[in-house]
């Protein structure tokens, strides 16, 4: 069997080798043995009803209660994963999503057969609640408490809970029907070029983008954003059904914004969603001078959108198959010690990951941690893009953070934040970017590694700042009842592009079509925590790297807290205050100096 990388055409599922695919049964042995766990779980509704009206009895009558909850949400969170993994293994696999479907509307049900219990819990006396918070049983649940307790003031009654909770299930439609059509159902054509015709999809857009010929980035950015432009409309649609859901929700819970509802439950102040934009926005001129060297350095006339990725070094490009990058990224993380080391090495070369692209597959990459599983990882690993590498990196830190988290904590206080997840990712990224540039083989390297840095450091830091300033207009344009066409949509994203490519770039007509690209806006108010996590992963690389085994400790720490911890103070303890600008301040100055050094290597 031909290598993926030696084929012209993305092959489907069933010819990518079984090694290079994830095995799953850490979850479940199989469909069969998923099919058996969901009958189970769908049984638990039973046993919830002698419940009701207990729960302020006793600290014993509530951790009864609690341990019901736990273990409800360990089989859970099992079936929700493996069926989420085997529908990204292929969108189109229709029993794959029949599966996905089966375990939300189990969850639904569930969910809404609970709507009870909240109130019930947020109307036990705090006379009464302060003393089960002591009883040795709530032990393991005094964070959970704590937390939910928080939600007292958003909580509803009992009907309205459950109306909610069974509104659920539809709040994923649009996001489901976005992933379904970018992924499977469009096709974005095919390109000729010397290594033979080549495919353009989601997962390799970002690959031509880095070619070095100016004619495929040209033919695959228009080919790629032409099947958007003929899909608009729809998409336009589900974006905006999914601004209206969120705007909606917050509203029925008495939050006083979709954002503020999006932030609360990190206890995250709007200040620093706003303090990012604005300490971003004061250093745009970095990002424009840098816009200014690229289009030098390719010498162009004309700086388009489809530029912005090529290398300026494109001799440095080089192959780095999967176990090479494995080893590269061990050793980049050797200052975390054995442990850390040894256990992601094992997983990366076993079977934590799916490595390679195939026909229908989810695109980009991500990490997905379980309890009592392996904390899997997709990716659409290419072996001639070195920004796959770091991804590798990226994905890795997240998946070693479940797994420092799950084994230091009790089940209902282990899932940490997405806040403190782009940490742990980032970290790992700016570790890998220091060891490649220190053993840099050549100038050439050199250059193309900090030019990367630059640009991995610009898609973190400014890009998602961007995108973060776009989900800011569009919920604030719902909720002032300006309705989201696709002309506004495009109208309000063009008008950014403009403020943070400046005056050096040049845009297609199609170019504002990427506000309508991006899954993450799916999950409303998420893209900001990648922008302030390489922020606060810059501050602790720098720390570990100097400060010795006291500051690694730390990290640990941070890595080991789970969600015993509210992510800004979390970080606190780590060794960088997230609620000053200083650290978002420090990036972009990081950022600075990397152009600044390219000014210079390139003359």
């Keep these: 069997m031909l290598a993926f990388m030696e084929t012209s055409t993305i092959p489907p599922r069933g010819e990518i080798r079984t090694e290079d695919t994830w095995d799953l049964s850490s979850l479940f042995d199989g469909d069969a043995a998923w099919t058996k766990a969901l009958a189970v779980y769908e049984s638990l509704g039973e046993k919830i009803p002698p419940f009701r009206g207990t729960l302020g009895k006793s600290a014993e009558h509530l ?40 375990i939300m509307m189990a969850y639904a049900k569930k969910e809404a057969a609970l709507a009870w219990a909240a109130p019930e819990i947020n109307a036990i006396a705090d006379e009464d609640m302060a003393a089960f918070l002591e009883h040795p049983r709530i032990a393991e649940y005094k964070i959970y408490l704590s937390k939910l307790l928080r939600f007292k003031p958003y909580i509803l009654g009992e009907k309205e809970e459950k109306i909610l909770a069974l509104h659920g299930e539809a709040e994923s439609i649009a996001h489901d029907a976005f992933s379904l059509l970018t992924n499977a159902d469009m096709r974005y054509g095919e390109i000729d070029t010397p290594e033979g015709k080549k495919t353009v999809s989601q997962s390799a857009y970002s690959v031509f983008m880095e070619n070095p010929d100016r004619e495929i980035r040209r033919r695959a950015y228009g080919l790629f954003y032409g099947a958007f432009e003929e899909h608009k409309n729809t998409i336009a649609s589900l974006y905006a059904g999914s601004v209206k859901q969120d705007v909606i929700r917050a509203r029925i819970r008495g939050y006083p914004s979709a954002r503020a509802a999006a932030l609360f439950p990190d206890r995250v102040d709007g200040a620093v969603y706003d303090n990012l934009i604005a300490v971003v926005n ?5 990002l424009h001078k840098y816009y200014a060297l690229r289009k030098k350095a390719l010498r162009l006339d004309t700086l388009r959108h489809y530029d912005v990725y090529a290398p ?85 830190g997240h998946s070693m953070h479940s797994w420092y988290s799950a084994r230091a904590n009790p089940f209902m206080q282990y899932s940490y934040t997405i806040f403190e997840a782009e940490v742990a990712s980032t970290f790992n990224e700016e570790l890998l970017f220091r060891s490649l540039i220190k053993n840099a083989e050549t100038e050439e390297l050199r250059i193309y590694l900090v030019n990367k840095r630059a640009d991995d450091l610009l898609a973190t830091l400014y890009r998602q700042t961007m995108f973060a300033e776009f989900e800011k207009i569009t919920h604030e344009r719902e909720e002032a009842g300006t309705p989201l066409t696709v002309d506004v949509l495009r109208g309000e994203y063009r008008r950014l592009m403009e403020k943070y490519f400046g005056p050096e770039m040049t845009l297609e007509d199609t170019s504002d079509l990427e506000g309508i690209r991006i899954p993450h806006f799916y999950r409303a108010f998420y893209v900001y925590k990648y922008a302030t996590g390489v922020s606060a992963a810059l501050a602790l690389a720098e720390r570990v790297l100097s400060h010795g085994e006291a500051a690694r400790e730390d990290y640990f720490a941070f890595l080991r807290s789970g969600g ?33 050094e390219l000014e210079q290597a390139l003359g």
């Design 312 to 396: 300026i070094v494109p001799a440095a490009s080089r192959k780095t198959p999967w176990n090479e990058a494995v080893e590269m990224v061990c050793a980049a993380l050797a200052p975390l010690g054995t442990e850390y080391v040894e256990t992601l090495r094992a997983g990366l070369l076993g079977r934590w990951a799916d490595r390679y692209e195939n026909r229908g597959k989810h695109s980009g990459a991500f990490s997905s941690g379980t309890y009592t599983g392996w904390p899997y990882i997709l990716m659409n690993y290419k072996d001639d893009a070195i920004r796959d590498v770091f991804t590798l990196a990226h994905e890795g």
């Design 282 to 286: 004061a250093h745009l001129p970095a």
């Design 564 to 596: 015993s911890r509210f992510p800004v103070d979390a970080l606190r303890a780590a060794g960088v205050d997230m609620s000053q600008p200083e650290p978002v301040e420090a990036s972009c100055r990081v950022f600075a100096g990397l152009v600044a």
């Design 63 to 102: 951790a009864d209660f609690l341990d019901f909850t736990r273990d409800t949400g360990l089989l859970e969170e099992r079936l929700s994963v493996y069926a989420e993994l085997r529908q990204c293994e292929d969108e189109a696999n229709s029993a794959a999503r029949a599966m996905t479907g089966r």
